[in-house]
Structures are given as C-alpha cells and as structure tokens.
C-alpha cells in the first residue's frame, strides 16, 4: 500500500503569483515620478526667475542716450556768417590825360603851308616823343585848385634842323605857368636824328592837349606860381 503523502498545512489565503514582488517595484516607480516632478518644478521656477530678471536693454537707456536738445536749444539762429570785405588795391591816380596828336600845319616854311592840314604826312618820332615827354612828366605841370589844360604845340623845322616846344591857345593854362610846363616838357623829348628821318615837307607843327586834375589828386606837385 503506496505511502500517503504528508500533509501540508493549507493556507487559508492562497498567495497569488506576482502579488509578493509588486510593492517594491511601486515604490520605486513613485520615487522616479517624484524626482521627475521636482526637477520639472525647479525647470518651470528657474525659467520664470529667468523671465523675471532678464536684461530689457532699456536700463541704461537714459545714461548711455544723449540728451534730446531743448526746444530752445533747437530754435537757436544759426550763426551769423561774417564776410570779410577784401579792399582791391587803390589805383594811384591820374595825374594827366593826353588826348589825340593834332597835324596843325606843313609846308616848305610857316609862311607858306599846304593849302590843308589834312594833307601833311606824318612824323612817328615827333609824335610818339611829345606825347611820352607829357605822360611822364606830370610834375611839370602848374599846382592849381581846379583841372586845367595846356595845348602843347611842337614846331619841326627840318631845314633849320631846329624844334620849339609853346603852350598853344586852345589851353586853359596860359601866361607863365604854362610856360615854364612848356619848358619842363621840352627838356625830356630826345633830339631827332635829322638825316635819318622821312619827311614830305620841309616845316611842320603839331599838338597835343594834355589835361591835368585838381591840386587835391596831386598834392607835391612843384608850384610854378
């Protein structure tokens, strides 16, 4: 007769497979979810903190700026511009006007001319020469208050190889002072060279007027008085 079995004691709450070894995995899963809960809560605190305390850029906006200027700052005139008046050099004044030289007369003598002024050649030496004499030679003339004139005529006699230099009388200057302006004049026109120089006729006389300012433009003139 076979052996019976020995008896085990029944439990009177069968253990069900599994249930033994769930509680240690729970709390290790509620672990986790809490530490991934507290790191997320750190995160989302640190972001907002962030958020908080950010640079805007606008705090040092006031001291990094220039000032707007004022209203009256901007409605200031600009500045006046100030021009310099550049003085052109004064010119020295005129001290005598010489106008166009006149051919008066020709002929084989004074006595005898031909029979229109219009006809008589000329003669550049002469001409050119007593119109140089009066040009630079302005303090020959009289000191006088008012403007004045003198008619220098200039005889050539080629025959007598002899020039006369006298104040015509179309001049305002006559009698003395135009004399001796004559005489200061006739001193600078340089001899002829007689044989060397073309002529139609034999005798001629010329003139040119020569006006002269008031004593006021030409003050150190010498006074032929």
């Given at each position: 007769?076979p052996?019976?079995r020995?008896?085990?004691p029944s439990?009177?709450?069968?253990r069900?497979l599994?249930?033994?070894?769930s ?10 979810q809490l ?6 809560g750190f995160?989302i605190?640190?972001?907002l ?14 001291a990094?700026?220039p000032?707007e200027p ?13 021009r ?12 005598v ?11 084989s003598?004074?006595?005898?001319p031909a029979?229109?002024?219009g ?7 002469f001409?050119q020469?007593?119109v140089k004499a009066?040009?630079e ?20 006699d080629?025959?007598?190889h ?5 104040p015509?009388k179309s001049?305002s200057?006559?009698?003395p002072?135009?004399?001796?302006a004559?005489?200061?004049?006739k ?6 060279t ?9 005798y ?7 006006t ?7 003050a ?6």
């Amino acid at each position: 007769m076979p052996a019976s079995r020995p008896t085990l004691p029944s439990d009177s709450h069968p253990r069900r497979l599994g249930v033994g070894g769930s509680s240690g995995g729970g709390d290790r899963f509620v672990r986790v979810q809490l530490i991934i809960a507290a790191v997320s809560g750190f995160s989302i605190l640190a972001v907002l903190l962030y958020l908080l305390r950010r640079p805007t850029g606008v705090e040092h906006t006031g001291a990094d700026e220039p000032a707007e200027p004022s209203a009256s700052a901007s409605a200031a005139p600009p500045a006046a511009i100030v021009r310099t008046k550049v003085e052109s050099p004064d010119k020295p004044p005129v001290r005598v006007k010489v106008g166009t030289v006149q051919r008066l007369r020709c002929g084989s003598s004074p006595k005898n001319p031909a029979s229109e002024p219009g006809l008589c050649d000329s003669l550049p030496f002469f001409e050119q020469a007593i119109v140089k004499a009066v040009l630079e030679n302005p303090d020959c003339a009289p000191k006088q208050k008012e403007e004045g004139t003198i008619n220098y005529a200039l005889s050539i006699d080629f025959r007598n190889h002899e020039t006369k230099l006298y104040p015509g009388k179309s001049g305002s200057w006559r009698g003395p002072m135009a004399k001796k302006a004559t005489e200061c004049v006739k001193r600078a026109i340089p001899s002829p060279t007689w044989d060397t120089m073309a002529h139609q006729y034999r005798y001629y006389l010329i003139s040119v007027l020569a006006t002269y300012p008031s004593d006021s433009t030409t003050a150190g003139l010498p006074d032929f008085k």
